[in-house]
């Protein structure tokens, strides 16, 4: 599997924007020295294969959030605000104002980021369901960013949630299978 050059961009954004210019610039520093492959100019085009992607995950955690796993959910959200923002590649999403239509698209967002895995999403009743399925790789980080990203994209389209992982990748299961219980905003 490869992300494509569009997360890590969208990483670089998020992460300038929280701690400044100049922390990212060395931390790509020190990430060059570890791995050449980013030594090199990432654009949004750029495959980043899966090993290389999950060194930088684990480099991020470990720089910028000081380990804790926790925080790619985190991580998850500010993507989304960034992605769905006036300014993001994706702020069209926001236009619609039918629920079920705004949680029909977000799979989209998925085949943006990644070239291998599908993303399936429908509602039933106030809950929102999430599936990714044709995952190989089995890394945290997809989980909880996931698991950010959508319940911040709910929030943007006016909808609190409260998520619930049903099936876990990291966990041994096939697909990562979350529910989103859409609360009153």
């Not at 400044?20 to 294969?49: H, Y």
Request: charged share 25%.
């Amino acid at each position: 599997m490869n992300m494509k050059g569009t997360v890590f961009i969208t990483g670089k954004n998020t992460l300038t924007a929280v701690f400044g210019e100049e922390r990212w610039n060395s931390f790509m520093a020190n990430l060059a020295e570890k791995d050449k492959f980013f030594s090199k100019m990432i654009m949004s085009v750029t495959p980043i294969p899966e090993d290389k992607f999950i060194l930088f995950l684990d480099e991020m955690c470990k720089e910028f959030f000081n380990n804790d796993r926790m925080q790619y959910m985190t991580f998850g959200k500010q993507a989304a605000q960034y992605a769905l923002s006036s300014e993001g590649p994706y702020k069209s999403y926001l236009l619609t104002k039918d629920i079920k239509q705004y949680i029909a698209v977000l799979p989209r967002i998925w085949s943006t980021y990644c070239d291998e895995g599908i993303g399936t999403t429908w509602i039933e009743n106030n809950i929102v369901h999430m599936k990714i399925t044709g995952l190989k790789i089995k890394h945290i980080y997809f989980e909880y960013l996931v698991m950010g990203f959508f319940q911040k994209a709910l929030k943007m389209f006016g909808k609190k949630s409260v998520a619930k992982k049903v099936r876990s990748i990291s966990s041994g299961d096939d697909d990562i299978y979350f529910q989103f219980e859409l609360k009153d905003s």
